[in-house]
């Protein structure tokens, strides 16, 4: 495949992912999510890396150490990096904080055309990003999705 359809098939990508996103909003209006899931698998040298990048794009739209994060978590090994990462940015995180101070976040990890697709879901903000993976190291392969929803 050439450079250029490489960078075709990326922006299909990306304008895909894009669009899924903003469907999201339009079928609920809010979030409510229940559980997050690594269904990657990642091993914990990737999980440190993909978790280190998108909490330091969260801290970029929501404010370093704004609130207490109610993580919704699994037991894999993004979860304990992206806790770790989360307290090394400020955040207090107590999976079961509720009130005005709570931001609750839930994580999705999943696979796609040999790249790792990562969402991190706040009922304000949601990312997406997808890494290249390989031998423990993850880097990003496309840039930031930032979807902001109104606060109700």
Do not use: H
Not at 82 to 108: C, E, F, M
Not at 132 to 144: E, F, L, M, N, R
Request: charge should be negative.
């Amino acid at each position: 495949m050439s450079d250029f359809s490489m960078k075709i098939a990326r922006a299909l990508a990306i304008g895909i992912m894009s669009a899924s996103l903003a469907a999201c909003t339009t079928t609920g209006g809010y979030f409510s999510p229940v559980a997050s899931m690594d269904a990657a698998q990642l091993d914990s040298i990737a999980a440190d890396a993909v978790a280190g990048d998108m909490v330091a794009k969260l801290a970029e739209n929501v404010g370093p150490g704004t609130g207490t994060i109610a993580l919704k978590s699994d037991d894999s090994a993004f979860a304990a990096s992206l806790d770790k990462q989360l307290r090394g940015w400020g955040y207090a995180v107590d999976p079961a904080a509720t009130g005005a101070g709570a931001i609750p976040l839930a994580y999705t990890v999943d696979t796609a055309d040999g790249q790792v697709l990562v969402r991190l879901s706040t009922p304000t903000v949601e990312l997406a990003r997808t890494y290249s993976t390989s031998t423990g190291v993850a880097v990003p392969a496309s840039p930031v999705s930032v979807m902001r929803r109104a606060e109700s």
